[in-house]
């Protein structure tokens, strides 16, 4: 299984590339090193009718987040919508690294997107992120008749560390009696804790996301051992996945976070949750925002607003 031309460019123009251990540097520096990748493999996302900055209330404090309004929106009743969690790491990145992805949701599932900038670790360590990701999805359900969107046709998605947060939120959602969510999109989401799946040592170096990469991650995120294998820190552990919203769930073949994105998919359907899985071969975990350089990313927004679609009109 090689990987694709435009992929094994991209990598072996990093793997050239020499830098320091990250427990070594400053988190802002981290940070920034970050972006700059992320940022220089994307293109800007397509037009949209409106986006609005603003702050809502938190169990931590202000939680900013991004709305996003199709085309024609004012003449719109009730548009359906999507809560987004970037990826992140629970570290890195934020609203601009993950516009292009929003936007094209916007356009393409014609729906109101909130992108949502929960806090980061090691600032704020876990369980923060996920109260955030909780908060702002009941603000939301409560709020977006006003802003125009429709509380009875609400999805969450996510990637990477954000597609944890989603399932967190959906599973949450679901024990406490709402807010209804329609469908989860799970973008190669972070669905466990485990850094021993054979995916991790087969795809753990030279593929952009390291197996010491998500290690330095979980070292900032949690405050101790034991924290990660509670059930909003890796979600596959739950017990009953029954009842949980309709899901796509898309992995990439060489990613370290595979194994537990399929064995993720494979455990909603067991549980009878209507789930569809796409594996896109010959790529690597970030492909959902490198717009500029990966022409999957466009394939896999189009899958994915498609499967929106579908959720928002069977409601």
Same mark, same amino acid.
């Given at each position: 299984?090689?990987?694709?031309?435009?992929?094994?460019?991209?990598?072996? =123009?990093?793997?050239?590339?020499?830098?320091?251990?990250l427990?070594?540097?400053?988190?802002?520096?981290?940070?920034?090193?970050?972006?700059?990748?992320?940022?220089?493999?994307?293109?800007?996302?397509?037009?949209?009718?409106k986006?609005?900055?603003?702050?809502?209330?938190?169990?931590?404090?202000?939680?900013?987040?991004?709305?996003?309004?199709?085309?024609?929106?004012?003449?719109?009743?009730a548009?359906?919508?999507?809560?987004?969690?970037?990826?992140?790491?629970?570290v890195v990145?934020?609203?601009?690294?993950?516009?292009?992805?929003?936007?094209?949701?916007? =356009?393409?599932?014609?729906?109101?997107?909130?992108?949502?900038?929960y806090?980061?670790?090691?600032?704020?360590?876990?369980?923060?992120?996920?109260?955030d990701?909780?908060?702002?999805?009941?603000?939301?359900?409560?709020?977006?008749?006003?802003?125009?969107?429709?509380p009875?046709?609400?999805?969450?998605?996510?990637?990477?560390?954000g597609?944890?947060?989603?399932?967190?939120?959906?599973?949450?959602?679901?024990?406490?009696?709402?807010?209804?969510?329609v469908?989860?999109?799970?973008?190669y989401?972070?669905?466990?804790?485990?850094?021993?799946?054979?995916?991790?040592?087969?795809?753990? =170096?030279?593929?952009?996301?390291?197996?010491?990469?998500?290690?330095?991650?979980?070292?900032?995120?949690? &405050?101790?051992?034991?924290?990660?294998?509670?059930?909003?820190?890796?979600?596959?552990?739950?017990? &009953?996945?029954?009842?949980?919203?309709?899901?796509?769930?898309?992995?990439?073949?060489?990613?370290?976070l595979?194994d =537990?994105?399929?064995?993720?998919?494979?455990?909603?359907?067991?549980?009878?949750?209507?789930?569809?899985?796409?594996?896109?071969?010959?790529?690597?975990?970030?492909?959902?925002?490198a717009?500029?350089?990966?022409?999957?990313?466009?394939?896999?927004?189009?899958?994915?607003?498609?499967?929106?679609?579908?959720?928002?009109?069977?409601?």
């Amino acid at each position: 299984m090689r990987l694709h031309p435009q992929v094994q460019a991209v990598c072996d =123009e990093v793997n050239a590339q020499e830098a320091k251990p990250l427990w070594d540097r400053p988190i802002a520096e981290v940070r920034a090193d970050f972006n700059a990748l992320v940022t220089s493999l994307e293109a800007p996302g397509p037009k949209v009718g409106k986006v609005a900055n603003r702050k809502i209330p938190g169990p931590h404090g202000k939680i900013p987040i991004r709305i996003y309004w199709p085309k024609g929106y004012a003449r719109k009743k009730a548009l359906p919508v999507v809560i987004n969690f970037h990826g992140s790491g629970y570290v890195v990145l934020g609203l601009d690294t993950h516009d292009n992805a929003c936007r094209a949701m916007c =356009e393409g599932a014609d729906c109101m997107v909130v992108g949502v900038d929960y806090r980061k670790a090691p600032e704020n360590k876990f369980p923060k992120p996920t109260d955030d990701a909780w908060a702002s999805t009941k603000w939301v359900a409560k709020n977006c008749a006003k802003l125009g969107g429709d509380p009875n046709r609400i999805a969450v998605a996510g990637d990477s560390a954000g597609g944890c947060l989603a399932t967190v939120v959906a599973q949450r959602a679901k024990k406490e009696g709402g807010p209804k969510l329609v469908f989860q999109l799970l973008v190669y989401p972070v669905t466990d804790t485990r850094e021993d799946r054979p995916s991790y040592k087969t795809f753990g =170096e030279g593929y952009l996301l390291t197996a010491e990469v998500m290690n330095w991650f979980f070292d900032c995120y949690f &405050n101790k051992k034991s924290e990660r294998s509670t059930v909003t820190a890796a979600p596959i552990r739950a017990r &009953n996945l029954s009842g949980l919203p309709p899901a796509l769930v898309m992995t990439a073949s060489h990613d370290p976070l595979y194994d =537990e994105g399929v064995a993720y998919a494979k455990a909603l359907k067991k549980a009878g949750v209507p789930t569809q899985h796409i594996n896109y071969q010959g790529h690597i975990h970030g492909f959902w925002t490198a717009t500029g350089k990966f022409d999957v990313a466009a394939e896999a927004h189009a899958a994915a607003c498609k499967a929106l679609r579908k959720a928002f009109r069977k409601r």
